[in-house]
């Protein structure tokens, strides 16, 4: 196929995916499908592999899926056929439970020519706690209602049986009903929209297309990966608690850039967690989950770049199995989410090291995703919605600043308005915006965390905080730049009665309570001293910026002029500018003091020495192992790693066998 066919076609399948995610979001009843827009709609081919996506619409994360592996499980096909699954463990294709996964086959004469597929987020699939995910549950039994890969429709016939399993297992049938039938008929669009592009260009023409533009994406992203200097690059990041008030959850990376190809090897990350952290990847090489940060990496270098399953071919992943990134059955994978997030910021970290000139600071590294579970005093009635998710800021970029309220972290989740949200849901807004001073300082600020606050008014309304991290490990900032600010969660603030929350995601209110929630800023980029004045006093007026902080972080001095404005006071600023020492040579990462402090006892050597024990023991060993570790070396400071085994081994029956 020529390139303008080729074109043409690219143009005609991304349409095609666009009125499955418009048909989708304008008929969905619960909130976090048609406000937030947590879903995704794919076309892919007869072998499951995803060749058209939306950009309009719908999550970023699945460009790189494939069905394939689901797809097969089910084996015979006919017209009319839905398959459906939101079991993570069988064909690794959901991710998490409240994922349900459908795909429609499509025939031409007899002829299976591909597949319309996507995914909603339910708001609730039943399990432990309202919404389902909690990383305090530890297995996947603990997380709602399992469907392994089967049929929802057979020839045009729902199967009621099934589907009255699903709703008496969920809190709000009513709204996964509601989603699950906007589901088929975006399903139906995207069939309609496909035989209209077999009228247009054949059978034969239209398979040659998917062909052809998955092998465009391979080529454009193997040009990228030639602009990039061959070499190694390692980078490791944290995830604030690998459970409940548990310790720090390392991921690391060794990123292998050789010509076209890449390797991204995960060994080194922390074991398979006793708690739903986990992410479901099957060893999967090139598991979508794995490279979603590959492809905003692709895609901010190129943004012409086809957007299929083509971009995972020169990329490998190595996931060890037994560990956070690839758990072996019944680990517990609802809060899969915060740790993607944490790969991300991972994967950015990596690259920036191989090309630090194209690359911005780190994101917010999380986006909790607020849900509450309350009683509507007028109605009596219960009342199970989604919020509005809580995204921080963007990491500052090569030529500009990072986006506030809207980094790489959760950025395709759209606001709620407010007027929406106290319609539907029986609380008060007091609170929802930027966050001043929460961007890390730098000649490119990183970009601020987002503020929310409300209040309830019944009694045991119970709010999930989906993704609450970044309380203790900064988001950091790069070439200078100084990290964003820490994230923070408070009941009833400025009161008597507050309480910190942290990381936790779960909480129960009562009439009157008021629950605070702030996301990490982005990290900065450069020098703050290097920043523009005029740049600083625009943001103080803004609010972006306190003038506190323009004369400590920035060196820039002010003065308060008209109509709330703020003028530079350009001999001061000189003065002070001048006053403060220049680092010659700034560390490539400003990670912050608290995680400086954390890798003076656990640097590379301990965890090398860490990796290699835990690697050693059976998968059901390795948490405990890993926490019995961190205790003594914290009783004992200065206690080696292989001591401190050798101690453990030496007092844990089993533990030897």
């Not at 909130?31 to 619409?57: C, H, I, N, Y």
């Amino acid at each position: 196929m020529d390139k303008v066919t080729l074109q043409v076609f690219a143009n005609h399948a991304r349409a095609a995916a666009e009125n499955m995610a418009y048909t989708l979001y304008r008929t969905a009843h619960s909130t976090f499908v048609k406000e937030t827009e947590d879903f995704t709609v794919q076309l892919v081919g007869p072998d499951g592999g995803v060749f058209a996506v939306p950009m309009d619409f719908g999550a970023t994360w699945y460009p790189g899926i494939s069905y394939g592996q689901a797809i097969g499980l089910i084996g015979d096909y006919a017209p009319g056929d839905i398959g459906f699954t939101n079991d993570p463990y069988s064909g690794y294709l959901a991710t998490h439970a409240p994922d349900v996964h459908m795909w429609k086959p499509i025939f031409h004469e007899g002829r299976l020519i591909c597949f319309a597929c996507g995914h909603i987020h339910n708001t609730d699939m039943g399990g432990a706690v309202p919404a389902s995910l909690s990383r305090t549950l530890t297995e996947i039994h603990q997380e709602g209602i399992r469907f392994p890969p089967m049929k929802l429709m057979r020839e045009g016939v729902l199967d009621e049986d099934l589907l009255r399993v699903m709703l008496m297992n969920v809190r709000k049938p009513e709204q996964n009903l509601g989603d699950l039938k906007a589901f088929i008929g975006a399903l139906n669009t995207g069939e309609r929209k496909v035989r209209a592009m077999i009228a247009k260009f054949g059978a034969e023409g239209f398979l040659a297309g998917i062909q052809g533009v998955q092998d465009h994406a391979e080529q454009q992203a193997r040009e990228i990966l030639r602009s990039i200097p061959d070499g190694r690059y390692v980078f490791s990041d944290y995830a604030d608690e690998d459970s409940a008030g548990g310790q720090p959850c390392r991921l690391a990376l060794a990123l292998t850039i050789a010509g076209d190809r890449a390797v991204l090897d995960f060994t080194g990350s922390d074991p398979q967690l006793t708690s739903s952290l986990n992410v479901p990847t099957g060893g999967n090489p090139h598991h979508t989950l794995l490279l979603v940060g590959v492809y905003y990496v692709l895609y901010t270098l190129n943004p012409r770049i086809m957007l299929n399953i083509g971009l995972t071919r020169p990329f490998t992943c190595i996931a060890p199995e037994g560990t956070v990134v690839n758990p072996v059955f019944p680990a517990a994978v609802g809060m899969r989410s915060l740790t993607c997030a944490r790969l991300r910021s991972l994967i950015f970290g990596a690259f920036s090291l191989a090309m630090p000139e194209r690359m911005p600071a780190a994101p917010a590294g999380t986006s909790s995703i607020m849900n509450i579970m309350t009683t509507d005093n007028r109605t009596r009635r219960s009342v199970l919605a989604a919020i509005n998710p809580v995204v921080g800021g963007g990491g500052g970029m090569p030529h500009r600043d990072g986006t506030n309220g809207s980094g790489a972290d959760g950025a395709y989740l759209k606001n709620t308005p407010i007027e929406i949200t106290e319609t539907e849901v029986p609380i008060q807004m007091l609170r929802y915006g930027l966050l001043p001073d929460s961007g890390g300082a730098g000649r490119m600020r990183g970009g601020l965390a987002t503020v929310m606050e409300f209040k309830v008014f019944a009694p045991n309304s119970r709010v999930t905080a989906r993704n609450r991290d970044r309380c203790r490990f900064r988001p950091w900032g790069t070439l200078g730049g100084q990290p964003g600010q820490p994230s923070d969660f408070i009941l009833n603030p400025g009161t008597a009665r507050a309480v910190v929350l942290g990381n936790a995601d779960l909480v129960t209110m009562n009439p009157g309570d008021v629950l605070h929630i702030h996301s990490p800023g982005g990290g900065g980029r450069g020098s703050p001293l290097e920043r523009d004045p005029a740049l600083v006093a625009r943001d103080v007026t803004r609010g972006y910026v306190s003038p506190a902080s323009a004369r400590a972080d920035y060196g820039v001095v002010l003065r308060e002029g008209a109509a709330g404005s703020w003028q530079v006071d350009e001999a001061a600023t000189a003065a002070e500018r001048a006053a403060r020492p220049a680092a010659a040579h700034p560390a490539h990462f400003a990670l912050g003091p608290e995680r400086d402090a954390f890798e003076q006892v656990w640097d590379s050597a301990a965890y090398d020495a860490l990796t290699a024990i835990l690697a050693a023991l059976p998968v059901h060993w390795r948490f405990f192992v890993k926490h019995r570790l961190f205790a003594m070396r914290q009783e004992a400071p200065g206690l080696g790693v292989a001591e401190a085994y050798a101690a453990l081994v030496a007092e844990t029956p089993g533990l030897a066998a």
